[in-house]
């Protein structure tokens, strides 16, 4: 029996680093998943750059199409090898890849894009959806965040889980199969949550990432009403706004009815007076 | 001589039967029909926008000399069905009370939407509350009535009863949140950080589920895993199964908030404790608890993760009742209302305090 008691503890520990093994995967999976808004500026970059590029190489062929006519067209002199236009489009091309490249610097290009104020006629589309990409932004750094703080939860419970195991084997009641252990698991992870959710920096990061959230909501919500607009559909600003009128709209008639209500019983001596004098 | 099992054999029968039991449970599932809810009989009596006054019909089997002469009206809360309180025959308060031979009606509140996202605090306590009093106090022809306010239904009632004291005989709470701020109250610490005015200004109306998703995170192994994998072994009964189905519907059945409602609740109740403070008023008046003056009879459960007891008790200090009394149920926010010892306790205590106070 007492063998069994140890394999007991031998394979608890073995799934207990087989789930350490797990959580460090996920650690990782979601640093990478971090990082992954930085690859997607970065990727806008490069397309930004291609695009300026090809830009510019159209406009130079255009220069040295120019510049050939010219110089074929009768009555022109000899030709030079200065060509104007082709030296200006390369000194164009030059600079366009070097502040790119500077740009790219880290958060370089991301705060050339975020900061730069829009402008023309769509400006205050690309304004709300750069401030509906700002929102996405922090939300997901905050869940980020929060996930990092359940994995420290989880982690913690399984050093707990480890120690009881360990505490109960050398008692007369070691984890009997994989029902009680399932079971332990469950206590130790409700024990370090319950003092990691009463912390203050939980609590402030929860409520960060809900406010993150809800930042987030309204602004997909404003975007969608501008293109409802377009089409002359309601909007839920526009209920709202219906709705508290007839709230209020509500109130004055009640108001109006207990007036009423009180009048007609303090007339109602007099009437009566007056009915009887009759 | 039996060879003892290795813990390998054992986890390998034990994988087995519990696949057993999934598979099992699977059929089992498969064939439960519709989940009943509700035992009593009841008339709705009164309406009002998506508000209804039920009135449950008094037992013929209870004597005239047996029943207690002054109504009751249980007001609910705006989390979650008010038919907690009459689930099933065997796990009904209110099927409790009318065989204690009250004179029992309840409030449902019913599915507020976005027509009604700007009903405040107000137009629960100084609208609907006291149509529904005022009703009850007509139909019975009993001037003054018995109120009993559930969890966060016993906060609206304890803000009524501060305001209209003369129109209550005695006045019970259930799980009644009163002081907000106590170090147990996790729900109180999480909504810190949070803005209130914005979560109402984008969501409108607060969703269930979402409420609902931050009650399972209060304890989150449990309610999410541990209760299912426990389903497994009554799952066979098909008596227990009906009951674990019939709460699980309950659980999940959440009404949306009205949104100021809950911005005003968040902010006044919770994030300012007004209530407790006395610093609360609505429509211009001040909501004082030393104004509740009738008999006070506070139920709360000792185990309770929602409305910790340290949150009900503050009301026997607060309140301005000479006759205060009070009642620790053993066990947590929902057993109160289903657990065996309660269909025994509860009902029971509470008509024996009212009776002593129905002269």
């Known amino acids: ?278 | 001589m039996k060879t003892p099992e290795s813990a390998v054999e054992q986890l390998s029968r034990e994988m087995g039967e519990f696949n057993q039991r999934v598979l099992k449970g699977l059929t089992a599932l498969a064939q439960t029909g519709d989940i009943r809810i509700g035992s009593a009989e009841k008339d709705a009596v009164y309406s009002e926008d998506k508000l209804v006054l039920y009135r449950y019909r008094p037992l013929a089997e209870v004597p005239e000399k047996q029943r207690i002469r002054t109504p009751l009206v249980i007001c609910y809360a705006l989390v979650n069905r008010p038919y907690m309180m009459d689930l099933q025959p065997d796990r009904s308060l209110i099927r409790g009370l009318l065989q204690r031979g009250l004179d029992v009606y309840l409030i449902d509140w019913g599915y507020p939407d976005g027509a009604d996202r700007f009903l405040g605090i107000d137009d629960y306590v100084l609208g609907y509350l006291p149509h529904c009093l005022d009703h009850v106090a007509r139909a019975s022809g009993s001037p003054q009535v018995n109120l009993l306010g559930v969890c966060q239904g016993g906060t609206l009632s304890l803000c009524y009863a501060a305001l209209f004291p003369e129109r209550l005989r005695n006045l019970i709470t259930m799980v009644t949140p009163v002081d907000f701020r106590t170090p147990e109250n996790l729900l109180t610490k999480w909504t810190e950080n949070v803005d209130v005015d914005a979560l109402a200004a984008t969501t409108g109306n607060m969703p269930g589920e979402l409420l609902n998703a931050l009650f399972l995170r209060l304890m989150p192994f449990r309610l999410t895993s541990q209760k299912y994998v426990d389903l497994l072994d009554h799952i066979d009964d098909p008596k227990a199964l009906e009951n674990f189905l019939r709460m699980e519907k309950w659980i999940f059945d959440s009404p949306d908030q009205p949104g100021e409602m809950f911005r005003q609740f968040m902010t006044w109740m919770v994030k300012e404790n007004r209530l407790a403070a006395g610093t609360l008023e609505l429509a211009g008046k001040r909501v004082e608890l030393r104004n509740v003056t009738m008999p006070v009879f506070n139920i709360y459960a000792t185990q309770d993760h929602l409305v910790p007891p340290s949150a009900s008790m503050p009301l026997e200090r607060l309140a301005g009742s000479s006759d205060y009394s009070s009642y620790a149920f053993p066990g947590g926010h929902i057993g109160i209302y289903v657990s065996g010892s309660a269909q025994r306790e509860v009902p029971t205590r509470i008509a024996q305090w009212l009776r002593k106070r129905d002269a």
């Open chain 1, 1 to 278: 029996m007492e063998d069994s008691v140890e394999n007991h503890a031998s394979w608890a520990q073995q799934w207990i680093e087989q789930q350490r093994a797990l959580l460090e995967l996920a650690a990782q999976t979601g640093s990478s998943k971090a990082e992954g808004g930085f690859e997607q500026v970065n990727e806008l970059r490069r397309q930004w750059s291609e695009l300026g590029k090809t830009y510019l190489d159209g406009l130079m062929q255009m220069a040295q199409s120019a510049n050939s006519a010219a110089a074929d067209a009768p009555g022109a002199g000899p030709r030079s090898s200065a060509q104007p236009g082709v030296e200006v489009f390369e000194a164009w091309k030059a600079a366009w890849s070097n502040s790119l490249v500077q740009a790219a610097a880290p958060g370089g290009w991301s705060e050339l894009l975020t900061s730069t104020p829009p402008l023309g006629l769509f400006r205050e589309q690309i304004e709300a959806w750069r401030a509906v990409a700002a929102a996405r932004g922090d939300v997901e750094r905050l869940e980020q965040e929060l996930a990092a703080v359940l994995r420290r939860v989880q982690s913690d419970a399984l050093t707990l889980l480890a120690e009881q195991v360990k505490a109960r084997a050398a008692t007369a009641q070691p984890v009997q199969g994989f029902r009680d252990f399932y079971n332990l698991w469950v206590e130790c992870s409700e024990q370090v949550f319950s003092i990691v959710a009463h912390s203050s920096a939980y609590c402030h990061l929860q409520g960060e990432l809900g406010n993150a959230s809800m930042r987030l909501r309204a602004r997909v919500q404003k975007v969608i009403e501008q293109g409802l607009r377009q089409f002359d559909l309601p909007t839920r600003s526009e209920i709202n706004s219906l709705h508290q009128q007839v709230r209020l709209l509500k109130q004055r008639l009640a108001v109006l009815e207990g007036e009423s209500t009180a009048r007609t019983i303090e007339t109602a001596p007099a009437r009566k007076a007056r009915k009887r004098s009759r």
